[in-house]
């Protein structure tokens, strides 16, 4: 009997001038766990004139996880935080009952040629948190738990995995691991902790159950039950997955709620920009005309 319940394949999607690879939320698998949206950003080059730029924008009901592997965004918040976010670092910021944040190229790499490549989550918040204080956390490479079993290297980005806890302050149970293999090598992962999960292939294949899955592919499990899988020489795979919250969570652009009237005013609280405003930062991005997601 197999384990895999269904492949999802990355879809482009645009985020101003950029287009990423969306992995969620997907028609057939909305969430896994508390993992409600996924975006693969690049891997992308930049000419001298041109830059990343997201403007300030607001969220609610969520944290944000910002996972560099290459390149470099400084992250500005209304909590006062201005922080560039470096690969191997881990940006966790959460709304709760609402944040504005913009994301953009430094200033000392605005003049010339830079890539951009990494992974932009939202991991929605328990119901009895969403209207939470607003939140932000840093965590630096060298404070991630990493290991190696053989030519297999881990490294906990968030949550709790293989008897490892991250220093990033989650707010449900979740674990999220990157893993790379030097050779081809064979995983038997027990996922004893949590009811779903799922194995995104970033870069090069795995193959399980006879299938072979190549990279942009997000393989989700049935249950908790990780299939055994064959990962590759130079390939890097994510694994994910965590308890998935009772009540169902509904989408409206940049906001996240179980309520649909909480949703609806953190529009009206955009619309009339009480928000707050970022230090340094005088433009943001209009409410777009949109419904919000079943």
Known sequence: MSDILLVIQERSASIGKSTVGRLLPYRAKR??????????????????????????????????LTYLLEGSIMHRDTLGNVLEIKPGEVNWMTAGKGIVHSERTPDYLRNQKKKMHGLQIWIALPKELEQMEADFYHAGKESLPQWNVGDVSFKLIAGEAFGRKSPVPVYSKLFFVEVKSLSNQTLSIVNELFSEAGIYILEGSIEAEGKNFEAGQLVVSKNSMLPEFLISAGSTVFLLGGEPFPEERFIDWNFVSSSRVLLEEARQRWIAQEFGQITGENDFIPLPNLKPEN
């Open 31 to 64: 969430m896994i766990g508390p993992f409600i949206y996924m975006d693969h950003m690049g891997p992308e080059l930049f000419e001298k004139d041109e830059n990343f730029d997201v403007g300030p924008h607001p969220h609610i009901g969520l944290s944000t």
